[in-house]
């Protein structure tokens, strides 16, 4: 009888055992196939050209394939650069903010181009001296008509693309739209009008903020901090997604500034056309 007791106990020991441990045992299978959230870094540091724009737009389509990648955050330190390009990773970074939250940390610099990239993120934090804004649009007018004895051309505007009231509409165009992408973004943010925001100035993050062109002042960690909680994720790692996608090595330069003939780099772009792009003052010489 005893024996028998013993038994019967052992086998609720058992059964409870193995009620309570099942699911424990299924629930770490389980995690080991579920990959841990992730809160993907793309950084943009440098202007944007065709091959920054290429590495960019690789690491928002890696985002946007892999379900892990809950959030994204688009770290800025950048003048700006060409139109074209800073379009092509502005429609990009659309279709990655409709999938999953999208926020922007400015470090030192988000000027025009970088701004407009700025303006397709859910949310924006800058530091309190970050330069940001420089919103607008600089071009180059082409040159002139005029006869090559040496060239033949079949039209008066194929050596130069366009007559100098065409390219001066097609800036002001671009103008608009920058502001449109801005407005669209930051909707009723802005606190100012586009006498303000179109002015071409740069502000510090502080004033930024107070113009309605970023959400919040704080680092990189804030805006990381913010994508998860809008991802609705707690236990997250945070990737460089230039890593993941085996973009390792720095580009190398590109030409994008003009130089000297000595070799030292102007904030002036080498070739002719239009940019969104912020060139800082030269220093007086002899100062």
């Known amino acids: 009888m005893k024996d028998f007791k013993f038994d019967l106990?052992?086998?609720?020991?058992?059964?409870?055992?193995l009620w309570f441990a099942l699911p424990l045992v299924l629930g770490i299978l389980l995690a080991a196939f579920i990959p841990q959230p992730k809160v993907g870094l793309i950084y943009l540091n440098q202007p944007i050209n065709a091959a920054s724009a290429r590495t960019i737009i690789t690491q928002v389509d890696y985002a946007r394939s892999h379900a892990e990648i809950r959030a994204v955050v688009l770290v800025l330190d950048s003048p700006g650069g060409t139109v074209a390009d800073t379009e092509s990773i502005y429609f990009e970074l659309l279709k990655l903010r409709r999938d999953r939250p999208l926020v922007a940390s400015i470090n030192s610099m988000a000027a025009s181009g970088a701004y407009y990239l700025t303006s397709a993120a859910d949310y924006a934090y800058a530091r309190p001296t970050s330069d940001v804004g420089n919103i607008g649009v600089i071009g180059y007018q082409p040159s002139s008509t005029g006869i090559f004895e040496d060239i033949i051309s079949t039209g008066p505007y194929k050596l130069f693309g366009s007559p100098r009231?065409?390219?001066?509409?097609?800036?002001?165009?671009i103008k608009q739209g920058f502001y449109a992408a801005v407005k669209a973004g930051r909707a009723d943010r802005l606190t100012a009008g586009p006498d303000v925001i179109l002015s071409g100035q740069i502000w510090p993050g502080s004033e930024a903020l107070k113009l309605g062109l970023i959400d919040a002042l704080g680092a990189q960690s804030d805006a990381v901090e913010k994508a998860a909680a809008m991802a609705h994720i707690t236990n997250y790692q945070t990737v460089d997604l230039a890593v993941s996608t085996g973009l390792q090595a720095p580009l190398q330069p590109s030409g994008f500034f003009a130089q000297t003939a000595n070799g030292i780099t102007l904030p002036y772009p080498s070739q002719p056309g239009i940019y969104m792009l912020y060139i800082?003052?030269?220093?007086?010489?002899?100062?």
Do not use: H
């Open 9 to 17: 106990t052992w086998e609720r020991a058992r059964s409870l055992l």
């Open 165 to 173: 009231d065409a390219a001066m509409r097609q800036i002001e165009m």
């Open 280 to 287: 800082p003052p030269m220093p007086a010489e002899g100062k």
